[in-house]
């Protein structure tokens, strides 16, 4: 990479009829120079060759020191975008000055889709969001760059710039499809030209991460624990059940069921939060039935005991929320952090019981979380020759290659038996 210098001089070989000498922005790279004017000429006495400043005129003084500041951001950009610095990228950016023609700057937008998703109550897509801008802060290092230059290699000297930081496969893929999606954003906005998205070619690699599905046998030793001297352990262990009974319900939807609105008939009708696909699941009394069962009659003792603080809570059927105020339960942050903290716990119950009760090894326990009820359910339906068609239904998946993704990561047991006759 060439070392590439920018500063302010006073061009005095080109002097204007008036005998002022133009302020100009010089760049040096690579042996060549190159000067850029600002728009302001001054008497040479007006001129300060040391601190290469207007001292006596403010109003033109800070016009082009502002000048200056642009040009060495631009400047830093081309040389983290493109390594090696180009005078013609550099001259076709900084001729473009006024905030029309230089297009909306991307980390601005993407400020702005964050705050949308916030609004819509997508409190972890925002966050999502937010921690792959604050990824895509350091890589610019906080330097802005208008929506129009984003290209395919901003996206893959990010790529670069994430791998070398120590950035996972996955994690990298995690940041790269919230800055894809976020321009997809800008391209259904029109802000940019659809024929020019940098996103067309690109692909995003991904790891296959090693997913712990439970045995059937195992789900089925699990609910005939008797838990009741531990409740809290209990209670994990329940909800982790009831995720498996209900085709893989998700946590945060499990978390806001409502007695008064979900149950109709002896079926629990509900819309995934993710997607808001409606989905409706037969009660069954031996499985998600009893569980229920069970959360009535806790409800029932907590709201005589007076141990519930807010009226939302009394209508849950899961106790998640209980200890929170009214206001408290309008704090859609809050309520996300309270969700995470309370997974956390259940992933370290389930992982306590799998150690004790089903003799797993370490390196199998650390794979389980509360997602596994998902893919188990998932696992358990391939086993039983359910098309995946119906998996993929029954899931809420959009695509059934979605749902190949997970079946994928589950058989690799069936490979090594068939593989067997070879």
């Known amino acids: 990479m060439s070392v590439t210098q920018t500063n302010l001089v006073l061009q005095r070989w080109k002097p204007t009829k008036q005998g002022k000498f133009p302020v100009v922005i010089r760049i040096y790279s690579d042996k060549k120079r190159r000067y850029f004017r600002t728009g302001v000429s001054v008497l040479e006495k007006d001129w300060d060759e040391k601190s290469a400043s207007i001292p006596g005129r403010a109003r033109d003084n800070k016009k082009v020191q502002s000048l200056l500041n642009k040009a060495e951001e631009i400047v830093e950009r081309i040389l983290v975008l493109h390594d090696d610095f180009d005078f013609d990228l550099f001259s076709k950016e900084f001729s473009e000055s006024s905030p029309t023609q230089s297009g909306e700057n991307f980390i601005t937008f993407w400020e702005s889709v964050i705050k949308d998703l916030r609004a819509e109550n997508r409190i972890g897509t925002a966050a ?24 395919q290699h901003t996206f893959e000297k990010f790529r670069i710039f994430m791998v070398q930081s120590g950035q996972s496969t996955n994690g990298v893929g995690i940041y790269l499809r919230s800055m894809s999606a976020v321009y997809g954003r800008a391209v259904s906005r029109k802000l940019v030209k659809p024929e020019e998205d940098p996103r067309t070619g690109f692909k995003v690699k991904t790891a296959k991460t090693p997913k712990k599905a439970i ?26 059940l009831f995720s498996y009974y209900c085709q893989g319900m998700n946590f945060k939807d499990m978390c806001l069921l409502n007695w008064e609105k979900n149950f109709v008939e ?8 993710k997607t808001m696909d409606l989905f409706n699941i037969k009660i069954r009394p031996d499985a998600n039935g009893k569980i229920l069962e069970k959360q009535r009659k806790v409800l029932k003792e907590k709201l005589e005991a007076q141990q519930i603080k807010n009226e939302l809570s009394k209508k849950l059927v899961f106790r998640i929320f209980d200890h929170l105020t009214d206001q408290q339960m309008k704090n859609l942050s809050l309520l996300s952090k309270v969700r995470k903290q309370r997974a956390k716990v259940i992933n370290a119950h389930i992982r306590k019981l799998a150690t004790n009760y089903l003799n797993y090894e370490p390196s199998q326990v650390k794979l389980l979380t509360f997602y596994s009820a998902r893919h188990t359910y998932a696992t358990v339906l391939l086993k039983h020759h359910a098309p995946i068609s119906l998996i993929s239904e029954a899931l809420g998946h959009a695509d059934t290659r979605t749902t190949q993704v997970y079946l994928d990561s589950f058989s690799s047991s069936d490979i090594d038996r068939a593989n067997e006759v070879l």
Do not use: H
Not at 128 to 151: G, V, W
Not at 266 to 273: A, D, E, L, T
């Open 266 to 273: 002896g079926r629990i009708f509900y819309s995934r939060g």
């Open 128 to 151: 999502s969001y937010e921690n792959a801008l604050n990824k895509f802060r350091k890589f610019m290092k906080d330097r802005p760059i208008p929506l129009r230059q984003i290209s």
């Open 215 to 240: 045995k059937q046998e195992e789900m089925r030793l699990l609910a005939n624990l008797d838990l009741n001297n531990n409740p809290f352990v209990e209670e994990s262990r329940d909800m982790f």
